[in-house]
Protein backbone atom coordinates (compact mmCIF):
# COMPACT_ATOMS: atom_id res chain seq x y z
CA UNK A 1 0.00 0.00 0.00
CA UNK A 2 1.35 3.53 -0.66
CA UNK A 3 1.40 5.26 2.80
CA UNK A 4 2.53 8.44 1.50
CA UNK A 5 -0.88 9.89 1.31
CA UNK A 6 -1.98 8.79 5.42
CA UNK A 7 1.58 10.34 6.78
CA UNK A 8 0.76 13.29 4.95
CA UNK A 9 -2.59 13.70 6.45
CA UNK A 10 -1.21 12.85 9.85
CA UNK A 11 1.47 15.38 9.07
CA UNK A 12 -1.22 18.20 8.61
CA UNK A 13 -3.72 16.90 11.67
CA UNK A 14 -0.41 17.45 13.75
CA UNK A 15 0.39 20.37 12.43
CA UNK A 16 -3.32 21.77 12.76
CA UNK A 17 -2.70 20.46 16.49
CA UNK A 18 -0.14 23.27 17.30
CA UNK A 19 -1.24 25.92 15.21
CA UNK A 20 -4.56 26.16 16.77
CA UNK A 21 -5.09 29.04 19.52
CA UNK A 22 -6.91 26.85 21.95
CA UNK A 23 -6.38 23.25 20.72
CA UNK A 24 -9.58 22.16 22.19
CA UNK A 25 -12.48 24.50 21.84
CA UNK A 26 -15.73 22.75 23.60
CA UNK A 27 -18.04 25.08 22.03
CA UNK A 28 -18.64 28.63 19.66
CA UNK A 29 -21.04 30.12 22.14
CA UNK A 30 -18.56 28.96 25.10
CA UNK A 31 -18.08 32.16 27.44
CA UNK A 32 -14.73 31.39 29.50
CA UNK A 33 -12.46 34.62 28.74
CA UNK A 34 -8.78 33.37 29.35
CA UNK A 35 -7.42 34.45 32.54
CA UNK A 36 -4.60 37.13 31.80
CA UNK A 37 -8.03 39.26 29.61
CA UNK A 38 -10.19 39.46 32.70
CA UNK A 39 -8.11 42.54 33.92
CA UNK A 40 -7.93 44.13 30.40
CA UNK A 41 -9.64 47.96 31.61
CA UNK A 42 -7.56 47.85 35.15
CA UNK A 43 -4.31 47.15 32.83
CA UNK A 44 -5.29 49.86 30.27
CA UNK A 45 -6.54 52.36 33.05
CA UNK A 46 -3.29 51.99 34.99
CA UNK A 47 -1.30 52.63 31.54
CA UNK A 48 -3.73 55.93 31.49
CA UNK A 49 -2.43 57.27 34.57
CA UNK A 50 1.03 56.50 33.46
CA UNK A 51 0.11 59.09 30.20
CA UNK A 52 -1.61 61.38 32.31
CA UNK A 53 1.93 61.94 34.51
CA UNK A 54 2.90 62.18 31.16
CA UNK A 55 1.17 65.10 29.78
CA UNK A 56 0.78 66.93 33.17
CA UNK A 57 2.13 69.78 31.36
CA UNK A 58 0.01 69.79 28.28
CA UNK A 59 -3.42 71.61 28.69
CA UNK A 60 -4.64 69.91 25.87
CA UNK A 61 -4.89 66.25 24.96
CA UNK A 62 -6.24 64.26 21.85
CA UNK A 63 -7.93 60.44 21.96
CA UNK A 64 -8.88 58.45 19.23
CA UNK A 65 -12.36 56.93 18.39
CA UNK A 66 -13.71 53.74 16.67
CA UNK A 67 -16.88 52.13 16.67
CA UNK A 68 -18.72 49.16 15.43
CA UNK A 69 -15.65 47.03 13.85
CA UNK A 70 -17.75 43.85 13.94
CA UNK A 71 -15.30 41.72 11.76
CA UNK A 72 -14.33 43.88 9.73
CA UNK A 73 -10.69 43.04 11.16
CA UNK A 74 -8.48 44.30 8.35
CA UNK A 75 -9.87 47.36 8.80
CA UNK A 76 -9.43 48.10 12.60
CA UNK A 77 -5.94 46.25 12.49
CA UNK A 78 -5.60 49.79 10.00
CA UNK A 79 -7.66 52.16 11.93
CA UNK A 80 -4.97 50.56 14.82
CA UNK A 81 -1.86 51.19 12.78
CA UNK A 82 -2.80 54.69 12.06
CA UNK A 83 -3.46 55.52 15.74
CA UNK A 84 -0.11 54.21 16.65
CA UNK A 85 1.73 56.66 14.49
CA UNK A 86 -0.17 59.82 15.96
CA UNK A 87 2.13 60.13 18.93
CA UNK A 88 -0.98 62.93 20.28
CA UNK A 89 -3.47 60.31 21.30
CA UNK A 90 -3.52 59.64 24.44
CA UNK A 91 -5.94 56.80 24.67
CA UNK A 92 -8.57 55.04 22.10
CA UNK A 93 -12.51 54.75 23.10
CA UNK A 94 -14.46 51.65 21.06
CA UNK A 95 -18.07 52.83 21.04
CA UNK A 96 -19.39 49.10 20.99
CA UNK A 97 -19.90 46.52 18.53
CA UNK A 98 -16.64 44.97 18.77
CA UNK A 99 -18.22 41.80 17.67
CA UNK A 100 -20.67 40.47 15.29
CA UNK A 101 -22.37 37.67 17.54
CA UNK A 102 -21.13 37.91 21.03
CA UNK A 103 -19.12 35.15 19.89
CA UNK A 104 -15.48 34.38 22.39
CA UNK A 105 -13.79 34.05 19.31
CA UNK A 106 -14.81 37.56 18.37
CA UNK A 107 -13.65 39.05 21.37
CA UNK A 108 -10.60 37.21 21.07
CA UNK A 109 -9.67 38.56 17.70
CA UNK A 110 -10.81 41.61 18.89
CA UNK A 111 -8.61 41.46 21.56
CA UNK A 112 -5.56 40.57 19.53
CA UNK A 113 -5.67 43.35 17.27
CA UNK A 114 -6.46 45.83 20.00
CA UNK A 115 -3.54 44.45 21.87
CA UNK A 116 -1.44 45.79 18.92
CA UNK A 117 -2.52 49.75 20.20
CA UNK A 118 0.20 51.45 22.16
CA UNK A 119 -2.61 53.16 23.87
CA UNK A 120 -4.62 52.32 26.43
CA UNK A 121 -8.38 51.50 24.62
CA UNK A 122 -12.14 51.43 26.62
CA UNK A 123 -15.16 50.19 25.12
CA UNK A 124 -18.66 50.40 25.36
CA UNK A 125 -20.75 47.55 25.25
CA UNK A 126 -22.94 47.19 21.88
CA UNK A 127 -26.30 45.56 20.76
CA UNK A 128 -24.06 43.16 18.71
CA UNK A 129 -22.27 42.42 22.04
CA UNK A 130 -24.36 41.15 23.94
CA UNK A 131 -25.68 38.33 21.55
CA UNK A 132 -25.01 34.71 22.35
CA UNK A 133 -23.28 34.87 25.47
CA UNK A 134 -21.43 37.84 24.44
CA UNK A 135 -23.09 40.28 27.93
CA UNK A 136 -21.27 37.12 29.96
CA UNK A 137 -17.57 37.44 28.00
CA UNK A 138 -17.90 41.39 27.99
CA UNK A 139 -18.06 41.41 31.41
CA UNK A 140 -15.47 38.76 32.04
CA UNK A 141 -13.27 40.51 29.63
CA UNK A 142 -13.54 44.20 30.48
CA UNK A 143 -15.75 44.56 33.56
CA UNK A 144 -18.90 46.31 34.38
CA UNK A 145 -20.70 47.95 31.54
CA UNK A 146 -21.17 51.27 33.16
CA UNK A 147 -18.22 52.68 34.28
CA UNK A 148 -16.30 55.97 34.34
CA UNK A 149 -12.81 57.72 35.01
CA UNK A 150 -11.32 61.25 34.86
CA UNK A 151 -8.45 61.99 32.82
CA UNK A 152 -6.93 66.16 33.13
CA UNK A 153 -10.01 66.77 34.83
CA UNK A 154 -12.25 65.98 32.25
CA UNK A 155 -15.25 62.82 32.77
CA UNK A 156 -15.39 60.07 30.36
CA UNK A 157 -18.42 57.78 31.40
CA UNK A 158 -19.12 54.57 29.89
CA UNK A 159 -23.20 53.55 29.62
CA UNK A 160 -24.70 50.77 28.73
CA UNK A 161 -27.98 51.58 26.87
CA UNK A 162 -28.51 48.42 25.07
CA UNK A 163 -32.60 48.01 25.09
CA UNK A 164 -34.11 44.86 22.80
CA UNK A 165 -30.97 42.53 23.01
CA UNK A 166 -31.09 42.74 27.10
CA UNK A 167 -35.19 41.83 26.82
CA UNK A 168 -35.97 45.68 27.53
CA UNK A 169 -34.10 45.50 30.78
CA UNK A 170 -34.01 49.52 31.51
CA UNK A 171 -30.61 51.08 30.94
CA UNK A 172 -29.66 51.95 34.82
CA UNK A 173 -30.33 55.50 34.07
CA UNK A 174 -30.18 56.00 37.67
CA UNK A 175 -26.51 55.12 37.98
CA UNK A 176 -26.11 57.85 34.86
CA UNK A 177 -27.79 60.44 36.61
CA UNK A 178 -25.65 59.89 40.14
CA UNK A 179 -22.40 60.16 37.74
CA UNK A 180 -23.60 63.25 36.01
CA UNK A 181 -24.21 64.99 39.45
CA UNK A 182 -20.88 66.27 39.87
CA UNK A 183 -19.78 67.42 36.28
CA UNK A 184 -19.68 70.88 37.00
CA UNK A 185 -16.54 69.76 38.90
CA UNK A 186 -14.99 68.76 36.22
CA UNK A 187 -13.65 70.76 33.03
CA UNK A 188 -16.01 68.38 30.51
CA UNK A 189 -17.57 65.67 30.43
CA UNK A 190 -18.37 63.27 27.57
CA UNK A 191 -20.33 60.47 27.72
CA UNK A 192 -19.72 57.14 25.61
CA UNK A 193 -23.23 54.93 25.13
CA UNK A 194 -23.39 52.93 21.81
CA UNK A 195 -27.09 53.48 20.69
CA UNK A 196 -27.91 56.87 19.99
CA UNK A 197 -30.96 57.93 21.75
CA UNK A 198 -33.08 59.08 18.65
CA UNK A 199 -32.35 55.54 17.28
CA UNK A 200 -34.29 51.91 16.98
CA UNK A 201 -34.11 50.67 20.13
CA UNK A 202 -35.28 53.95 21.85
CA UNK A 203 -38.86 54.66 23.24
CA UNK A 204 -39.80 58.45 23.08
CA UNK A 205 -39.71 58.12 27.46
CA UNK A 206 -35.68 56.79 26.92
CA UNK A 207 -34.61 59.62 24.33
CA UNK A 208 -36.73 62.01 26.40
CA UNK A 209 -34.82 60.74 29.76
CA UNK A 210 -31.50 60.76 28.07
CA UNK A 211 -31.67 64.10 26.40
CA UNK A 212 -32.90 65.38 29.69
CA UNK A 213 -29.87 63.98 31.73
CA UNK A 214 -27.53 65.16 28.84
CA UNK A 215 -28.68 68.84 29.02
CA UNK A 216 -29.37 69.10 32.77
CA UNK A 217 -25.18 68.07 32.58
CA UNK A 218 -24.21 70.16 29.92
CA UNK A 219 -22.17 67.48 28.79
CA UNK A 220 -19.39 68.41 25.96
CA UNK A 221 -20.24 65.63 23.88
CA UNK A 222 -22.58 62.85 24.08
CA UNK A 223 -20.60 60.11 22.03
CA UNK A 224 -22.61 56.86 20.07
CA UNK A 225 -21.90 54.30 17.12
CA UNK A 226 -24.67 51.52 15.99
CA UNK A 227 -25.37 53.91 12.89
CA UNK A 228 -22.28 53.19 11.02
CA UNK A 229 -22.50 56.67 9.79
CA UNK A 230 -20.68 59.49 10.77
CA UNK A 231 -22.79 61.86 12.25
CA UNK A 232 -21.76 65.33 14.13
CA UNK A 233 -24.46 68.00 14.82
CA UNK A 234 -26.78 68.85 17.66
CA UNK A 235 -29.32 66.82 16.88
CA UNK A 236 -32.19 67.90 19.45
CA UNK A 237 -32.01 70.92 18.20
CA UNK A 238 -30.60 72.37 22.10
CA UNK A 239 -26.58 73.08 22.72
CA UNK A 240 -25.46 69.65 23.23
CA UNK A 241 -23.79 68.30 20.32
CA UNK A 242 -23.85 64.58 19.55
CA UNK A 243 -20.96 62.66 17.68
CA UNK A 244 -21.74 58.91 15.65
CA UNK A 245 -19.01 57.67 14.95
CA UNK A 246 -18.76 56.52 11.72
CA UNK A 247 -17.89 52.28 11.35
CA UNK A 248 -14.25 51.14 10.15
CA UNK A 249 -16.53 48.90 6.90
CA UNK A 250 -17.31 52.61 6.25
CA UNK A 251 -13.22 53.95 6.35
CA UNK A 252 -13.53 55.95 9.28
CA UNK A 253 -12.60 57.12 12.37
CA UNK A 254 -12.27 59.88 14.44
CA UNK A 255 -9.84 61.86 16.74
CA UNK A 256 -11.54 64.50 19.24
CA UNK A 257 -8.68 67.00 20.64
CA UNK A 258 -9.93 68.66 24.13
CA UNK A 259 -8.56 72.07 24.47
CA UNK A 260 -9.71 74.17 27.54
CA UNK A 261 -12.29 76.31 25.66
CA UNK A 262 -13.13 74.12 22.53
CA UNK A 263 -13.26 70.23 21.36
CA UNK A 264 -11.69 69.99 17.67
CA UNK A 265 -13.03 66.83 15.71
CA UNK A 266 -10.93 65.29 12.90
CA UNK A 267 -12.71 62.26 10.96
CA UNK A 268 -10.05 60.60 8.52
CA UNK A 269 -10.38 58.40 5.55
CA UNK A 270 -9.06 54.78 5.78
CA UNK B 1 -26.12 -25.05 7.12
CA UNK B 2 -22.64 -25.05 9.03
CA UNK B 3 -22.94 -23.15 11.99
CA UNK B 4 -22.05 -24.36 15.23
CA UNK B 5 -25.05 -24.90 18.08
CA UNK B 6 -24.19 -21.86 19.90
CA UNK B 7 -23.63 -19.11 17.65
CA UNK B 8 -25.64 -16.48 17.99
CA UNK B 9 -26.43 -14.18 14.68
CA UNK B 10 -27.51 -11.02 15.71
CA UNK B 11 -29.51 -8.50 12.94
CA UNK B 12 -29.72 -5.40 13.05
CA UNK B 13 -32.46 -3.68 13.13
CA UNK B 14 -32.71 -0.41 10.71
CA UNK B 15 -33.03 2.34 13.64
CA UNK B 16 -30.30 0.21 15.67
CA UNK B 17 -27.21 2.42 14.81
CA UNK B 18 -23.77 0.15 13.85
CA UNK B 19 -21.95 2.14 16.65
CA UNK B 20 -21.76 4.67 19.29
CA UNK B 21 -19.44 7.51 19.24
CA UNK B 22 -17.37 9.06 22.12
CA UNK B 23 -15.68 12.56 21.38
CA UNK B 24 -14.06 14.84 22.83
CA UNK B 25 -14.40 19.16 22.09
CA UNK B 26 -14.75 19.92 18.63
CA UNK B 27 -17.06 23.06 19.04
CA UNK B 28 -20.37 20.59 19.12
CA UNK B 29 -19.80 20.14 22.98
CA UNK B 30 -16.57 19.64 25.58
CA UNK B 31 -18.02 15.81 26.11
CA UNK B 32 -20.04 14.17 23.33
CA UNK B 33 -21.96 11.38 22.54
CA UNK B 34 -24.01 10.07 19.35
CA UNK B 35 -24.89 6.57 17.51
CA UNK B 36 -23.63 6.39 14.27
CA UNK B 37 -24.97 4.46 10.95
CA UNK B 38 -23.22 2.89 7.73
CA UNK B 39 -24.82 4.52 4.91
CA UNK B 40 -24.25 2.52 2.42
CA UNK B 41 -22.65 -1.12 1.49
CA UNK B 42 -18.89 0.25 0.78
CA UNK B 43 -19.04 1.87 4.21
CA UNK B 44 -17.68 5.12 2.76
CA UNK B 45 -20.06 7.38 4.22
CA UNK B 46 -21.64 7.43 7.78
CA UNK B 47 -24.18 9.30 9.68
CA UNK B 48 -23.60 10.49 13.38
CA UNK B 49 -26.64 11.93 15.74
CA UNK B 50 -25.31 12.96 18.92
CA UNK B 51 -25.54 15.32 21.56
CA UNK B 52 -23.00 17.96 22.89
CA UNK B 53 -23.19 18.59 26.90
CA UNK B 54 -20.40 21.88 27.56
CA UNK B 55 -20.79 22.52 31.28
CA UNK B 56 -20.25 25.67 33.63
CA UNK B 57 -16.61 24.14 34.45
CA UNK B 58 -15.57 24.75 30.75
CA UNK B 59 -17.61 27.27 29.22
CA UNK B 60 -18.73 29.82 32.20
CA UNK B 61 -22.07 28.94 31.64
CA UNK B 62 -24.00 25.50 30.28
CA UNK B 63 -24.50 24.94 27.33
CA UNK B 64 -26.10 21.93 25.10
CA UNK B 65 -25.75 20.44 21.53
CA UNK B 66 -27.38 18.79 19.30
CA UNK B 67 -26.00 17.87 15.88
CA UNK B 68 -26.17 15.55 12.76
CA UNK B 69 -22.62 14.61 10.87
CA UNK B 70 -21.72 13.00 7.59
CA UNK B 71 -18.62 11.81 7.37
CA UNK B 72 -16.73 10.53 3.82
CA UNK B 73 -13.83 8.02 3.97
CA UNK B 74 -12.85 7.97 0.62
CA UNK B 75 -9.81 5.66 1.43
CA UNK B 76 -9.02 2.69 3.65
CA UNK B 77 -5.93 1.20 4.22
CA UNK B 78 -5.14 -1.94 6.28
CA UNK B 79 -2.01 -1.48 7.92
CA UNK B 80 -1.55 -5.08 9.80
CA UNK B 81 -3.30 -7.44 10.63
CA UNK B 82 -6.76 -6.18 12.11
CA UNK B 83 -5.69 -2.24 11.63
CA UNK B 84 -6.71 0.15 9.23
CA UNK B 85 -6.29 3.53 8.35
CA UNK B 86 -9.06 5.75 6.50
CA UNK B 87 -8.98 9.55 6.56
CA UNK B 88 -12.13 11.50 6.66
CA UNK B 89 -14.16 14.49 6.15
CA UNK B 90 -17.01 15.46 7.66
CA UNK B 91 -20.02 18.53 7.51
CA UNK B 92 -22.28 18.50 10.33
CA UNK B 93 -25.02 20.83 11.30
CA UNK B 94 -25.32 21.50 14.74
CA UNK B 95 -27.89 23.48 16.82
CA UNK B 96 -27.12 24.67 20.30
CA UNK B 97 -28.99 25.88 23.54
CA UNK B 98 -27.53 27.91 26.20
CA UNK B 99 -30.27 29.66 28.00
CA UNK B 100 -31.39 33.56 27.23
CA UNK B 101 -33.34 34.43 24.33
CA UNK B 102 -30.26 35.92 22.53
CA UNK B 103 -29.78 33.02 20.23
CA UNK B 104 -32.28 31.94 18.33
CA UNK B 105 -33.46 29.90 15.50
CA UNK B 106 -36.13 32.61 14.01
CA UNK B 107 -35.56 36.23 15.02
CA UNK B 108 -37.66 37.31 17.83
CA UNK B 109 -40.51 39.56 16.99
CA UNK B 110 -38.40 42.32 19.50
CA UNK B 111 -36.45 43.28 16.12
CA UNK B 112 -37.38 44.33 12.87
CA UNK B 113 -37.19 41.90 10.07
CA UNK B 114 -33.62 41.13 8.89
CA UNK B 115 -32.05 42.74 12.19
CA UNK B 116 -30.11 39.82 12.63
CA UNK B 117 -29.68 36.52 10.91
CA UNK B 118 -30.43 33.19 12.95
CA UNK B 119 -27.28 32.67 15.12
CA UNK B 120 -28.28 28.76 16.90
CA UNK B 121 -27.38 26.80 13.98
CA UNK B 122 -24.55 25.94 12.69
CA UNK B 123 -22.64 23.93 10.13
CA UNK B 124 -18.91 22.08 10.83
CA UNK B 125 -16.54 21.26 8.42
CA UNK B 126 -14.24 18.74 9.67
CA UNK B 127 -11.29 16.48 8.11
CA UNK B 128 -8.69 13.96 10.30
CA UNK B 129 -7.52 10.25 10.71
CA UNK B 130 -9.37 7.02 12.00
CA UNK B 131 -7.49 4.28 12.98
CA UNK B 132 -9.66 1.40 13.17
CA UNK B 133 -9.21 -2.13 15.13
CA UNK B 134 -11.21 -4.69 14.09
CA UNK B 135 -11.48 -7.26 17.38
CA UNK B 136 -14.35 -10.15 15.62
CA UNK B 137 -17.60 -10.48 14.26
CA UNK B 138 -18.61 -12.96 17.00
CA UNK B 139 -17.85 -10.78 19.62
CA UNK B 140 -20.53 -8.05 21.41
CA UNK B 141 -18.16 -5.13 19.96
CA UNK B 142 -17.22 -5.52 16.55
CA UNK B 143 -14.56 -2.73 16.25
CA UNK B 144 -13.02 0.11 18.28
CA UNK B 145 -12.46 3.39 16.27
CA UNK B 146 -9.79 6.27 17.34
CA UNK B 147 -9.63 9.35 15.45
CA UNK B 148 -8.63 12.75 15.19
CA UNK B 149 -10.24 15.46 13.72
CA UNK B 150 -9.36 19.17 13.19
CA UNK B 151 -12.93 20.82 13.13
CA UNK B 152 -14.06 24.74 11.96
CA UNK B 153 -17.46 26.20 11.10
CA UNK B 154 -19.19 28.55 8.46
CA UNK B 155 -18.77 31.74 10.62
CA UNK B 156 -15.01 30.91 11.27
CA UNK B 157 -14.70 30.11 7.55
CA UNK B 158 -16.30 33.70 6.79
CA UNK B 159 -13.70 35.93 8.96
CA UNK B 160 -10.67 33.65 7.55
CA UNK B 161 -12.12 34.70 3.98
CA UNK B 162 -12.92 38.23 4.96
CA UNK B 163 -9.66 39.19 6.66
CA UNK B 164 -6.19 38.68 6.71
CA UNK B 165 -5.93 39.46 10.06
CA UNK B 166 -7.23 36.18 10.69
CA UNK B 167 -5.34 33.06 10.44
CA UNK B 168 -5.60 29.18 10.55
CA UNK B 169 -5.08 28.98 14.22
CA UNK B 170 -8.04 31.28 15.13
CA UNK B 171 -10.49 29.26 12.96
CA UNK B 172 -9.41 25.41 13.43
CA UNK B 173 -9.99 23.12 16.43
CA UNK B 174 -8.87 19.45 17.24
CA UNK B 175 -11.40 17.27 18.30
CA UNK B 176 -10.57 13.25 19.59
CA UNK B 177 -13.64 10.34 19.46
CA UNK B 178 -14.03 6.95 19.98
CA UNK B 179 -16.39 4.74 18.34
CA UNK B 180 -17.59 1.36 19.55
CA UNK B 181 -18.86 -0.71 16.97
CA UNK B 182 -21.46 -3.06 17.84
CA UNK B 183 -22.77 -4.19 14.12
CA UNK B 184 -20.13 -4.40 11.27
CA UNK B 185 -23.34 -5.23 8.41
CA UNK B 186 -26.98 -3.35 7.81
Known amino acids: ?270 | MGFGQDTIIRYKKTLVPNYVNFQYAGNLGAYIIGVGYYLNPKRTLDLVIGYGYTSEHKATIRIHNVFAKGIYFPYTWSLKKRWFLSPQLGVAISRQFSGGTNTFTRLPKTYPDGYYAPNAYRFHLNFGLRVRKSIGEDTFIKAVDFYIETTTNDLYLSYLLKSTEVGLGNVFSMALGVNLVLFNKN
Open chain 1, 1 to 270: MNKTKPILFLFFAILSLFSCERVFEYNLYSADVKDERKFTRQKNLEKLQDIEEEIQDQNSFKFALVSDSHTYYNSLAEVVNLINQDEEVSFVVHGGDMTDGGLIAEYSLFYHIMEELNRPYFTVIGNHDCLSNGRVIYNDQYGPENYSFVFKNCKFIFFNDVIWELNYEEPDYIWLQNELLNSQEYDKTFVIAHIPPWSDQFTPLDTWAYKTFMDTANVAVSIHGHHHDHYMGNYFEDSIPYLVIGAPSKDIFCKLTIEPDTVILETIKL
